[in-house]
């Protein structure tokens, strides 16, 4: 069986893992880290988005041992202690969620686009966020939550 | 998902001997298409070959008169490039158009071109700028690879190492998305270049991307919407599903082809 290491939310991991281990499979299964979730079949629903070397990926479609060597960045690595990341923080105040499904891959995905465009517009936010599904808000509020999410990490 | 061997290529050479040793190896790039293909076993290779982050294989420069795109290339990355935007603003374009964010981290031109989904963006792109595909046996021109539904002309494997996109004067690719998947319902890539005006289109034909000569001929002598307006695309051979039927495709291409007429730049 393949051995795979990399880095998850700054802590060095390794497991064994069949090749076909997907990276969430390995967050979720081996290493008892299920903030990233599994929304979907078929690549779509975006509710598996890590952070993989600074860049959004759905970790349902990425092989565990396609991650060797990577920097990982899950939900679990956001908040500093108790204090929320700026981005979950404007989830929260904004009621960008209902029933929390989404919510993870909702505000990794949400970090990528301000590191790559501080400050995104409306239209610009509901384009970036084509490939995370929400089956319950409207997405209407974590449109605004992105967007004052955005504005408090300094865009 | 069936197990595999799973080998992360460590060159270009490596990867082609890797893939005749195995039983039945198969290349994975980005893993956009493969790795959905496998989680619902459609597919149980014996070995997975990584070419994903190969520097031989992945970047973007500006050679001569035209943009060579590495087969490991990203989207995102050919959506971002400076080079691409200033040379083929239509290409960048067409890569920001596919998928979503996270599909454009990890997805591949090489992996699109070699699938050849019929109803792909890049196969339209390469269609109607004529560009010439290289591999690590030979080159191939766009217009003699693209063979039908998901086939091309790559033998069993040939490894796709570079695209070579001529630049030209002006072009422009405009998309109807599917609402729910984001693959081109129909889209048609217009382009005058050096190979003449060519209009290409993706996801209508029930065999894959094709050129709509009578609008090339007609944009030859006159390049402006007007000059296709009376041009009508058969139905036949389009195809028709639940999003939409072929004689609805049909009249999307001659919207879409008038569109991108008038945005080219
Ligand atoms: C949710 C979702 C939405 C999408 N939407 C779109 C869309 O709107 N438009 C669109 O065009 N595409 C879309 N795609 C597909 C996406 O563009 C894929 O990235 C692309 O089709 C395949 O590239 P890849 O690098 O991921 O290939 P892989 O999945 O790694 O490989 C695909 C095939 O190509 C072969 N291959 C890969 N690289 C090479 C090479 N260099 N030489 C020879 N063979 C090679 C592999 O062996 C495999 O058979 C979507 C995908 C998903 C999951
Ligand atoms: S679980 Fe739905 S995209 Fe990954
Ligand atoms: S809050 Fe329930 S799926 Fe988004």
Known sequence: MPTVSMKVNGVDVSGDVEARTLLVQFLRETLDMTGTHVGCDTSQ????CVLMNGDSVKSCSVLAVQAEGAEITTI????????????QDAFRQNHGLQCGFCTPGMVISAIDLVSKNPKPTEKEVREWLEGNLCRCTGYHNIVKAIQAGAQAMGG | MYDFEYHRAASLDD?????KSADDGTLV?????L?????LRLASPSDLIDISGLAELSGIKAEGDAVVVGAATIHAAVAASSDVRAKIPALADLAELI???QVRNRGTLGGSIANNDPTADYPAALLALGATIRTDHREI???DYFEGLFETALDAGEIITQVAFPVPEKASYQKFPNPASRYALVGVFVAKGPSGVRVAVTGAGLDGVFRVTEMETALAENFSPDAIKDVSVSADGLNADIHAGADYRAHLIGVLARRAVADCT
């Open chain 1, 45 to 48: 629903c975006g509710a598996c």
């Open chain 1, 76 to 87: 679990e690595g956001l908040a500093n202690g108790d204090e929320l990341h700026p981005m």
């Open chain 2, 15 to 19: 990867a082609a001997g890797k893939l």
């Open chain 2, 29 to 33: 790039a980005g893993g956009m298409t």
């Open chain 2, 35 to 39: 790795i959905p293909t496998l989680k």
């Open chain 2, 99 to 101: 998928g979503d964010a």
């Open chain 2, 141 to 143: 021109a766009a217009d």
